[in-house]
């Protein structure tokens, strides 16, 4: 895999957390197919663009910070990438402040225009505190 795509797919999964780090609901609808397939602790879902970018903007949490560890990319191929990856994650939810860590995994396509999100995992690995 070019080391270029590899930098290419962790800008683009850093600059979705921070769209949703600012509640930019705008800048999280622009990184998303026409539906992202999410998996995390509440279930599945299958997320318009509009729906990411409400839930961005709308959701009763606030993600303050974020960082990311042990970060692989992989390309199976041309138009296909998926990274996977550690975040630790500071987060306020009912007024309350969490730290906590999960294992993450993204599907970004290639669409001729540029990269898109379509799958998105989560797996809390342990809450912090």
Same mark, same amino acid.
């Given at each position: 895999?070019?080391?270029?795509?590899?930098?290419?797919?962790?800008?683009? #999964?850093?600059?979705?957390?921070?769209? &949703?780090? +600012?509640?930019?609901?705008?800048?999280?609808?622009?990184?998303?197919?026409? /539906?992202?397939?999410?998996?995390?602790?509440?279930?599945?879902?299958?997320?318009?663009?509009?729906?990411?970018?409400?839930?961005?903007?709308?959701?009763?949490?606030?993600?303050?910070?974020?960082?990311?560890? #042990?970060?692989?990319?992989?390309?199976? &191929?041309? +138009?296909?990438?998926?990274?996977?990856?550690?975040?630790?994650?500071?987060? /306020?939810?009912?007024?309350?402040?969490?730290?906590?860590?999960?294992?993450?995994?993204?599907?970004?396509?290639?669409?001729?225009?540029?990269?898109?999100?379509?799958?998105?995992?989560?797996?809390?690995?342990? #809450?912090?505190?």
């Amino acid at each position: 895999m070019e080391p270029d795509l590899r930098q290419t797919i962790l800008d683009l #999964e850093t600059a979705f957390w921070t769209a &949703m780090r +600012d509640k930019d609901g705008a800048a999280a609808a622009r990184l998303c197919g026409d /539906t992202v397939v999410s998996t995390n602790a509440h279930g599945v879902s299958a997320l318009s663009a509009p729906t990411m970018r409400k839930m961005t903007e709308e959701g009763k949490w606030r993600l303050n910070s974020f960082s990311f560890g #042990e970060v692989h990319v992989t390309s199976p &191929m041309p +138009d296909v990438a998926i990274i996977g990856y550690l975040v630790q994650q500071d987060v /306020t939810m009912d007024g309350q402040s969490k730290t906590w860590s999960a294992a993450e995994c993204s599907t970004w396509v290639h669409n001729g225009d540029g990269w898109l999100c379509h799958a998105h995992c989560e797996s809390a690995l342990q #809450e912090v505190t």
